[in-house]
């Protein structure tokens, strides 16, 4: 049988596999959208219980653990002088730049450590002793090289969101299959050409990784970064709030930080779905 008849073959017996195993095409039901969006509640909505109960029966004292009624009734503090939404605003604003900020500069330093020997020799050591650096120790040299300014918050949060680009994208553009990038080459690809034609798009599922990986540094760092003498931002809150025992407006910080996190990283989804659908 000759190598065309047996990939149809193979073909042919994976599509009835497919079938037997899922009539009609059916998604299994653990993959249904609904199915996972309550499944993923049901965890939180348990904490919450939890938490009520603990709090209401007396078990933990409220100067410990304020129940999340408290809690809500800080927020509603917050929402009627209408500094609440400011905080979101700003720390969301610092994040998303410092974000997009990060991610641009890892790329292009894991284009010229991934694709090129020298760069892999000069700038890999540097970058892997820099990586190891708390995200504090950067705070008091980014205030005396850039004052106390919005700069230096978003320049540390860009800082945070480097590494995890730079990191997966340029062991990705190592692994690249070197026949691939002779095939582009023999097309007349050089240089840019052929890192936008072929390598990206190879490893285009490291890149949504790393991009992943580098929103959730960024919401992380987000704190450290509103220490740099900040008024207004969820960092400033959860550190003011700690400073004047608000352990309520603590947990409102707390659970804004977490809810923020999960909607920017909902939105990386749907930019991840669309970007494979597009190269894969």
Known sequence: MSLPDQRAVAGTVTAATVRASHPLGATPWWSRTSVRVVGGLLVPVAIVVVWLAVTLTGLVPPFRLPSPIAVVQAAGQLIADGSLFTHIAISTQRVIIGFLVGSVVGLFFAAIVGLTRSGDILLSPLLVALRAVPSLAWVPLLILWLQIGEESKITLIAIGAFFPVFTTVAGALRRVDPQLVE???????????????????????????????????????????????SSMGLGWLLSDSGNTGRVDRILLAIVLLALLGTLTNALLVLFERAVLKRWL
């Open 183 to 229: 095939a582009g080459r023999s097309f007349g690809l050089r240089g840019w050409s052929l890192l936008r034609t072929v390598q990206l798009p190879a490893v285009v599922p490291s890149l949504v990784s790393g991009l992943r990986l580098a929103l959730a540094q960024a919401w992380l760092f987000l704190v450290a970064a509103e220490l740099i003498a």
